[in-house]
T-cell receptor
Framework: GAGVSQTPSNKVTEKGKYVELRCDPISGHTALYWYRQSLGQGPEFLIY????????DSGLPNDRFFAVRPEGSVSTLKIQRTERGDSAVYLC???????????FGQGTRLTVV | GEDVEQSLFLSVREGDSSVINCTYTDSSSTYLYWYKQEPGAGLQLLTY?????DMKQDQRLTVLLNKKDKHLSLRIADTQTGDSAIYFCAESPPNSGYSSLTFGKGTMLLVSP
């Protein structure tokens, strides 16, 4: 695609529910990143994929968060047992390689009520 | 861990120069970045500077890096109302390129006519 696409753009869920957020990177980009941006804060790194594997998942806050990229393209961020504190904009970015410019999607705004 | 700090708000008049400041803590950072975020839009990379440089100029943008003081600044010449946005400073860990960026909280730039 022309840019990084994230779906849905908005998601409202009840506390305790499971959610999946999808990221379609730019075609051919091998590196994919997830960040979380809380209100009034800068983006916070969550996880980085190189191809199908998670090269760095040190930013995932706890074991309720998990991400996959099974075919080295689309990635899904999965959050179990959502909490109100998970409410944020989840940003995805991709780059041709890990040392080239990362292009960000518009994000998924997650609201946990 | 790394920490990146920025002033939260800057207001200027159209045509003036804007200077947005940032301090960072990781002296081994390889690259330092400036991103722009407009309402409802994704993060846009404006410019970056390699850690062995003191200055980089790109059209209306000038980046100054004082590595001794760990201080980074972004100067926007002839600021326009379209420059109104949130500007984020970010650093990357050594040898990691764009992966696992650490962002500041952002500086909101308001340009009045």
């Amino acid at each position: 695609g022309a840019g990084v696409s994230q779906t849905p753009s908005n998601k409202v869920t009840e506390k305790g529910k499971y959610v999946e957020l999808r990221c379609d990177p730019i075609s051919g980009h091998t590196a994919l990143y997830w960040y979380r941006q809380s209100l009034g804060q800068g983006p916070e790194f969550l996880i980085y994929f190189q191809g199908t594997g998670a090269a760095d998942d040190s930013g995932l806050p706890n074991d309720r968060f998990f991400a996959v990229r099974p075919e080295g393209s689309v990635s899904t961020l999965k959050i179990q047992r959502t909490e109100r504190g998970d409410s944020a904009v989840y940003l995805c970015a991709s780059s041709l390689a890990s040392n080239t410019e990362a292009f960000f999607g518009q994000g998924t705004r997650l609201t946990v009520v | 861990g790394e920490d990146v700090e920025q002033s939260l708000f800057l207001s200027v008049r159209e045509g003036d120069s804007s200077v947005i400041n940032c301090t960072y803590t990781d002296s081994s950072s390889t690259y330092l970045y400036w991103y722009k975020q407009e309402p409802g839009a994704g993060l846009q990379l404006l410019t970056y500077i390699f850690s062995n440089m003191d200055m980089k100029q790109d059209q209306r943008l000038t980046v100054l890096l004082n590595k001794k003081d760990k201080h980074l600044s972004l100067r926007i010449a002839d600021t326009q109302t379209g420059d109104s946005a949130i500007y984020f400073c970010a650093e990357s860990p050594p040898n990691s390129g764009y992966s696992s960026l650490t962002f500041g909280k952002g500086t909101m730039l308001l340009v009045s006519p």
